[in-house]
């Protein structure tokens, strides 16, 4: 299994510009959900999904889209990029709300 | 809201015991977790804890749950340059979300 893959690893954007972070996972996860890491901060939850089709916002889900048209895939949108969303950003899978959660390697960004 | 603090910085130096400390504000978490991050990397698992427990042991990692004080502490044994990360304490709050702390930062120095 490759576990959870995130892609770009890294990506500078202009304000204003849009862009989509990648996430997928091969373990038959129900459970997705994208973070991001601020410092000082910890990690705080942008959006989750509990299953295909079904999508909530976290903590702090202004200015990100999500959608989950698959189980495989949950696919994290900036529709018009801010220097406020420079942050690391992770995506997490379980096979449900309190089982364990699997983390990806990350996406760094960079808004100018 | 649920919220988790951690102290931000624990420098030890190496062979001595390690303590994270956390507390958490939501009674109705049902476990607990303690995840470990190296430089540059995500995040790993290190261990969890259910809400009944009082103590859960795993090789060099001890935590201790204190439910009555919402206090949860990890203990590594022996602490090597290698467990020099940051550590994160979360818990599963109201609202199918994972809650996470700020982070504390531990220095093993040889």
Redesign the interface.
């Known amino acids: 299994n490759a576990g959870v893959t995130q892609t770009p690893k890294f990506q500078v954007l202009k304000t204003g510009q849009s862009m989509t972070l990648q996430c997928a996972q091969d373990m038959n996860h129900e459970y997705m959900?994208w973070?991001r890491q601020d410092p000082?901060?910890?990690?705080?939850?942008i959006h989750?999904s509990?299953g295909a089709g079904i999508t909530?916002q976290?903590?702090v889900p202004n200015g990100y889209n999500v959608s989950r048209s698959t189980t495989e895939d949950f696919p994290l949108r900036l529709l018009s990029a801010a220097p406020s969303q420079t942050s690391v950003y992770?995506c997490?899978s379980s096979y449900g709300?309190?089982e364990?959660?699997?983390?990806?390697?990350?996406t760094r960004l960079l808004v100018l | 809201g649920e919220d988790v603090e951690q102290s931000l910085f624990l420098s030890v130096r190496e062979g001595d015991s390690s303590v994270i400390n956390c507390t958490y504000t939501d009674s109705s978490s049902t476990y607990l977790y303690w995840y470990k991050q190296e430089p540059g990397a995500g995040l790993q698992l290190l261990t969890y804890i259910f809400s009944n427990m009082d103590m859960k042991q795993d090789q060099r990692l001890t935590v201790l749950l204190n439910k009555k004080d919402k206090h949860l502490s990890l203990r590594i044994a022996d602490t090597q340059t290698g467990d020099s990360a940051i550590y994160f304490c979360a818990e599963w709050g109201y609202g199918n979300k994972l809650v996470f702390g700020a982070g504390t930062i531990l220095r093993v120095k040889s």
Not at chain 1, 40 to 45: A, E, F, T, W
Not at chain 1, 100 to 106: I, M, V
């Open positions: 959900s973070y000082g901060m910890g990690l705080r939850l989750y509990v909530d976290g903590e992770f997490a709300r309190t364990t959660q699997y983390f990806g390697p990350g």
